[in-house]
């Protein structure tokens, strides 16, 4: 099993920036990809940005090219997301999600189902 554990989420102003931090514990060796979903109310929970694990390619979505930046501190089993000039329809709880399964050639980063580990979420709200 794997513990995900969220932190940095909070209010902050457009055009303001937050940084997410999610750590993982439990059976880490495991770790292919870490990732960042984000779900507003009456929405689904949608893809924000990934990054795998050994390679470190990143994934992201077109809603925060440029503005978002994910990275990974392997020793510490944590991944971030940078999340600058945020805008108010950032607002939405945001969850880190690891993906304990090998990579192969049909994995789709964006896909919520190819994760197998979530946490607890954490809440991002963007005043206009």
């Known amino acids: 099993q794997v513990q995900l554990v969220e932190s940095g989420g909070g209010l902050v102003q457009a055009g303001g920036s937050l940084r997410l931090s999610c750590a993982a514990s439990?059976?880490?060796?495991?770790?292919?990809?870490m990732g960042w979903f984000r779900q507003a109310p009456g929405k689904e929970r949608e893809f924000v940005r990934t990054?795998?694990?050994?390679?470190?390619?990143?994934y992201y979505a077109d809603s925060v090219k440029g503005r978002f930046t994910i990275s990974r501190d392997g020793a510490k089993n944590t991944v971030y997301l940078q999340m600058d000039s945020l805008k108010p329809e950032d607002t939405a709880v945001y969850y880190c999600?690891?993906?304990?399964?090998?990579?192969?050639?049909?994995?789709?980063?964006?896909?919520?189902?190819?994760?197998?580990?979530w946490g607890q979420g954490t809440q991002v709200t963007v005043s206009s």
């Open positions: 999600a690891l993906r304990g399964r090998r990579i192969g050639n049909s994995w789709s980063p964006r896909d919520v189902n190819e994760y197998d580990y």
């Open positions: 439990g059976r880490t060796f495991s770790i292919y990809a």
């Open positions: 990054i795998s694990w050994s390679g470190g390619s990143t």
